[in-house]
Nanobody
Framework: QVQVVESGGGLVQAGGSLRLSCVASGSIFSINTMAWYRQAPGKERELVAT???????NYADSMKGRVIISRDNAKNTVYLQMNILKPEDTAVYYC????????????????WGQGTQVTVSS
């Protein structure tokens, strides 16, 4: 099995910064794309940023220019540096990891973490 655990959320004032971390562990042969999503109360879960195994990144318009996604392949960890936070960034932030569990074709599964709460006060 694979476990995905996020950390780093909390309460911050508008204009502040937070750095989220997400670690994957368990039956992992390699990790493909890693991503951060968020879900605000009453809203659907939305993509924030993705990063491939070779470091190519993609950002959603909602936070582009204010977030940086990065990863440490040796630690199976992905980070999300969030700057100039706004009250509308308040949400539960989730990590999604595409894990290859073996060399067998198609043995790739996506796993979610339990989420970490980010609250931005005005």
């Amino acid at each position: 099995q694979v476990q995905v655990v996020e950390s780093g959320g909390g309460l911050v004032q508008a204009g502040g910064s937070l750095r989220l971390s997400c670690v994957a562990s368990g039956s992992i042969f390699s990790i493909n794309t890693m991503a951060w999503y968020r879900q605000a109360p009453g809203k659907e879960r939305e993509l924030v940023a993705t990063i491939t195994s070779v470091g190519s990144t993609n950002y959603a318009d909602s936070m582009k220019g204010r977030v940086i996604i990065s990863r440490d392949n040796a630690k199976n960890t992905v980070y999300l540096q969030m700057n100039i936070l706004k009250p509308e960034d308040t949400a539960v932030y989730y990590c999604n990891v595409a894990v290859r569990r073996s060399i067998r074709l198609g043995d790739v599964y996506k796993y979610w973490g339990q989420g970490t709460q980010v609250t931005v006060s005005s």
